[in-house]
């Protein structure tokens, strides 16, 4: 996994985007924010401090679960009791009716279409009647070229960390590649590679999709990176 690098290189730009996207709909939540997908925990930081409400960190993958207890424990006590982490995916975590807000960021072109589907009763069933989930929309289209992208390079004591993300199609599917490495003063110490798969969806379609399931979208929010929808309630089951 690239968790190791992952905070080095990209957290402190995440943080900002994360704040800027969701800490005005963090500071409406009254009963818990519902982080779907936590990650090294961006999202949930933020919603510690924009909050005054039970967060719940939902994040089946041990090597970012581990990235996000670190960043927990580092945070003052007070804050620390009001998050709880939940070590699987949504639909097998058993939340029901714990939170007002959810927010789902860099996870839905993530996930494979039937495992997209089950996510969206699962979010209904946690949400609290009239519950709002905002979420970083997917990409909606596959590139037609690879696009090749440098991360910033990071200084740490003596080394240097840096990295190259290049997208490209593949079928049906958009192929994330990412090569990281660690330099220090006699070259590259260490190199480390990872592929992610993502799937495209247009904005139109995932309110379809999410409709399906009893999900209305809200007016535009003023950008093209984020879609809210509201819930009516919980679902039976």
């Known amino acids: 996994m690239s968790a190791e690098f992952y905070d080095i290189l990209q957290a402190e730009r995440d943080r900002d985007r ?33 909050s005054g409400a039970a967060v719940h960190a939902v994040e089946p993958t041990r090597a970012m679960r581990t990235a996000l207890m670190t960043r927990l424990a580092d945070m003052p006590a007070d804050l620390r009791m009001r998050v709880t982490v939940h070590a699987r995916a949504l639909h097998d975590s058993g939340l029901r009716a714990v939170a007002d807000v959810a927010i789902c960021h860099n996870v839905i072109g993530c996930l494979q279409p039937t495992r997209r589907r089950t996510l969206w009763p699962a979010v209904a069933k946690a949400l609290l009647p009239g519950g709002v989930l905002v979420l970083q929309l997917p990409p909606a289209s596959l590139p037609t070229t690879a696009v090749s992208t440098d991360l910033p390079i990071v200084r740490v004591g003596e080394h240097e960390y840096g990295g190259r993300m290049v997208t490209s199609a593949d079928g049906e599917r958009i192929r994330a590649h990412f090569d ?34 009893g999900f209305a979208a809200l007016p535009d929010r003023g950008d093209d990176v984020t879609l809210a929808a509201r819930h009516p309630g919980l679902l039976d089951g």
Not at 33 to 45: C, E, F, N, P, Y
Not at 198 to 208: D, G, K, Q, T
């Open 180 to 213: 990281y490495w660690v330099r220090g003063r006699a070259g590259r110490l260490r190199e480390r590679a990872e592929t992610f798969w993502m799937w495209p969806l247009s904005r139109a379609e995932l309110v379809e999709e999410m409709s399906e399931h």
């Open 18 to 50: 994360v704040h800027r996207l969701y800490s005005a709909d963090v500071r409406t939540a009254r009963a818990g924010v519902l982080d779907i997908g936590a990650g090294t925990g961006t999202v949930t930081a933020m919603s510690l401090v924009e």
